[in-house]
């Protein structure tokens, strides 16, 4: 991945724990190392196919010199997430805050914190058999999509489907996005079932029916076996009502366990059905 690298870029703002600090403001040194692909602007030596680190730089500066913040921690975290978010084509950030006024009473160079953020794709499963499901489905959608960290990049057609496990209820309604998100798969996770709770979802029948389902897939090529996330989706490759709408959107995601693609995985379920 090719980069660009702003340097000890000296900002005069107003942070830090204690209120002189605050009230008198420091010197502030901010450095980043940004990952995108710039073949096309080294091709075409077109400015719009790059990234103008002149106004990042006055980008950086207005959220540090706009906000107040106790932590340094806090302030690289706000213009990490700024930056990735603005920017498509920006894939990951590292970006080191120095503190060179830090008030320790010691003799210090500076104190400093970097973090490393980047984009990660996740695909998610989404089913409602309860009330108006298509108006679950699309506030789900809308909800994940105005969440400040993840962004909705496709969404399948929604399919009618039998139910599953249980079969006293009413046909489900499905459909899978792909998203790009900030979030960690805990946090991407937390976000899910807060906007399950929002929907009134009730879990009341394993199986059973309810207003919305939110299920993370799969992300980037994780596996996970923690309890409160197992990625991949433990069944998702038994379910044709997840496979069929996430093969539409993504058909050569890559199951990092099973190493076959999705395309491939439901033309397996569909042999294994037709038997």
């Known amino acids: 991945m090719d980069k660009i690298y702003i340097e000890d870029l000296e900002i005069f703002a107003n942070h830090g724990v204690y209120q002189e600090e605050k009230n008198l403001g420091q010197k502030f040194l901010v450095s980043a190392e940004i990952s995108l692909n710039l073949q096309e602007a080294g091709l075409s030596d077109d400015l719009n196919q790059t990234i103008n680190y002149g106004l990042l730089c006055n980008e950086i500066e207005d959220i540090l010199k706009k906000n107040t913040f106790d932590l340094i921690e806090k302030a690289a975290e706000e213009v990490a997430s700024y930056i990735l978010l603005k920017y498509s084509t920006i894939h990951r950030i590292k970006l080191k805050i120095k503190k060179p006024w830090a008030p320790i009473g010691k003799s210090i160079k500076y104190a400093a914190v970097e973090v490393d953020r980047c ?3 996740a695909y998610i499963a989404l089913g409602s058999n309860i009330g108006d ?3 679950n489905l699309n506030d789900a959608i ?5 969440s ?7 969404t399948s057609k929604f399919y009618t489907t039998k139910p599953f496990g249980y079969l006293d209820q009413d046909d489900f309604l499905n459909c899978a996005i792909s998203i790009e998100t900030l979030l960690t798969p805990e946090k991407l996770m937390k976000v899910l079932l807060n906007i399950e ?3 009134k979802r009730e879990r009341i029948i394993k199986w059973g029916p309810r207003t919305i389902d939110l299920d993370i897939l799969l992300y980037d090529h994780l596996i996970s076996s923690r309890e409160e996330i197992i990625i991949p989706h433990p069944l998702m490759q038994e379910r044709m009502f997840v496979l069929e709408p996430l093969n539409e959107i993504a058909p050569y995601a890559l199951h990092p366990l099973l190493n076959k693609r999705i395309f491939e995985l439901k033309k397996s379920l569909e042999n294994t059905e037709n038997l």
Not at 142 to 146: A, D, P, Q
């Open 133 to 135: 499901k298509n108006k």
């Open 142 to 146: 809308n909800m994940i999509n105005n």
């Open 148 to 154: 400040p960290f993840t962004k909705v990049i496709k």
């Open 197 to 199: 709770k929002e929907l």
């Open 119 to 121: 984009k990660h794709t």
